[in-house]
T-cell receptor
């Protein structure tokens, strides 16, 4: 079964707004990773948060992890048109990364 | 190399033919993964290599699918007697750390397979 489930499936916002994507998973994890995929391209790693961390920042990205709720969120602040892409979470269960179906983010100029 | 390289980038084949997809991982990365992505879908795990051996082949969908890795480097994914449902993008990724300490995966641009 899918380990990472993203929500919402699609999100459309205006440039400058914040975008929040959520991820839920089913079993205990070593870490959780977020990736970005531009249309027709490979995936690019964004950020990794360890199971003993609660929050992590990287530039305009903020990731939170709640292991008690088995959930994570990715916040992109001050979004830009160039942030338009699909975003995937990948919980790491015993070394195995299981990707969900992703959130398709559209940022309109 | 500087990144993960996959070839061919596009492959159109007829149903029933065999295809080979190649992946050149980042030099020194001992872990290598193959994933499949159907249009508009997430990534399906196919197989994991640690060095030249494949301790996890649990995602290979049928015995028509096989993969090998040589020299702890290049990997080839082979699909025999292709079917239309095999049409997808096949993504390869490599990682410095082996399981279970899986860190960042570096992905190639994928091989888009179309079976007519």
């Amino acid at each position: 079964s899918q380990q990472g489930e993203e929500d919402p499936q699609a999100l459309s916002i205006q440039e400058g707004e914040n975008a929040t994507m959520n991820c839920s998973y089913k079993t205990s994890i070593n870490n959780l990773q977020w990736y970005r995929q531009n249309s027709g391209r490979g995936l690019v790693h964004l950020i990794l948060i360890r199971s003993n961390e609660r929050e992590k920042h990287s530039g305009r990205l903020r990731v939170t992890l709640d292991t008690s709720k088995k959930s994570s969120s990715l916040l992109i602040t001050a979004s830009r048109a160039a942030d338009t892409a699909s975003y995937f979470c990948a919980p790491n269960q015993g070394g195995k990364l299981i990707f969900g179906q992703g959130t398709e983010l559209s940022v309109k100029p | 190399g500087a990144g993960v390289s996959q070839s061919p980038s596009n492959k159109v084949t007829e149903k029933g033919k065999d295809v080979e997809l190649r992946c050149d991982p980042i030099s020194g990365h001992t872990a290598l993964y193959w994933y499949r992505q159907r249009l508009g879908q997430g990534l399906e795990f196919l197989i994991y290599f640690q060095g030249n051996s494949a301790p996890d082949k649990s995602g290979l969908p049928s015995d028509r699918f096989s993969a090998e890795r040589t020299g702890e480097s290049v990997s080839t994914l082979t699909i025999q007697r292709t079917q239309q449902e095999d049409s997808a993008v096949y993504l390869c990724a490599s990682s410095l750390m082996p399981r279970p300490n899986t860190g960042e995966l570096f992905f190639g641009e994928g091989s888009r397979l179309t079976v007519l």
